[in-house]
């Protein structure tokens, strides 16, 4: 029996499991927006949480101008945003490449995206008392080959 156990193995070992979420929750930052099975879809959105509600913790200091704070506050505001970088930096790869409608392909900062474009968007959401629910999954129809069950997961808006 598996009575108190928090997440699904999907018959892979450590390391394999910590890759695959590791990628899924870097597509998830890259496209906003990606496709997986149910029971991925599901443990994905407790990792992505987590990293978004990691840059939500610094709250005014997420978007606060520097060049307007003192000497004092300013070291202060970027210590704790490294800290929170770096957190994140072990978690999603650094840089991934999305591929343009045009053909061509732009290579993104992850980390930087989650500070200066994911996270902000949820600031209010956080100050209105409702901590977390960044994320919405869609359920979707079985998929043709196994007949697993889809859905879509996306930030949002």
Same mark, same amino acid.
Do not use: C, W
């Given at each position: 029996?598996?009575?108190?156990?928090?997440?699904?193995?999907?018959? +892979?070992?450590?390391?394999? !499991?910590?890759?695959?979420? =590791?990628? @899924? /929750? $870097?597509? &998830?930052? *890259?496209?906003?927006?990606?496709?997986?099975?149910?029971?991925?879809?599901?443990?994905?959105?407790?990792?992505?949480?987590?990293?978004?509600?990691?840059?939500?913790?610094?709250?005014?200091?997420?978007?606060?101008?520097?060049?307007?704070?003192?000497?004092?506050?300013?070291? +202060?505001?970027?210590?704790? !945003?490294?800290?929170?970088? =770096?957190? @994140? /930096? $072990?978690? &999603?790869? *650094?840089?991934?490449?999305?591929?343009?409608?045009?053909?061509?392909?732009?290579?993104?900062?992850?980390?930087?995206?989650?500070?200066?474009?994911?996270?902000?968007?949820?600031?209010?959401?956080?100050?209105?008392?409702?901590?977390?629910?960044?994320?919405?999954?869609?359920?979707?129809?079985?998929?043709?080959?196994?007949?697993?069950?889809?859905? @879509?997961?996306?930030? &949002?808006?």
């Amino acid at each position: 029996m598996r009575h108190q156990k928090s997440f699904r193995k999907f018959s +892979r070992n450590t390391s394999h !499991r910590r890759a695959m979420f =590791r990628n @899924l /929750a $870097a597509n &998830l930052v *890259l496209h906003e927006r990606i496709e997986t099975t149910d029971a991925k879809a599901k443990e994905l959105r407790r990792i992505a949480e987590r990293l978004i509600t990691k840059a939500l913790r610094l709250g005014d200091d997420l978007t606060v101008d520097l060049a307007k704070l003192k000497q004092g506050d300013r070291h +202060r505001v970027i210590a704790r !945003r490294l800290h929170v970088q =770096r957190q @994140l /930096a $072990a978690y &999603l790869p *650094l840089k991934a490449t999305r591929t343009l409608k045009d053909g061509t392909s732009e290579e993104v900062n992850l980390v930087t995206k989650v500070f200066e474009q994911i996270a902000p968007r949820y600031l209010d959401r956080v100050k209105q008392g409702k901590g977390g629910g960044y994320t919405r999954i869609i359920k979707e129809i079985n998929r043709r080959g196994d007949n697993a069950k889809m859905s @879509l997961i996306e930030l &949002l808006q």
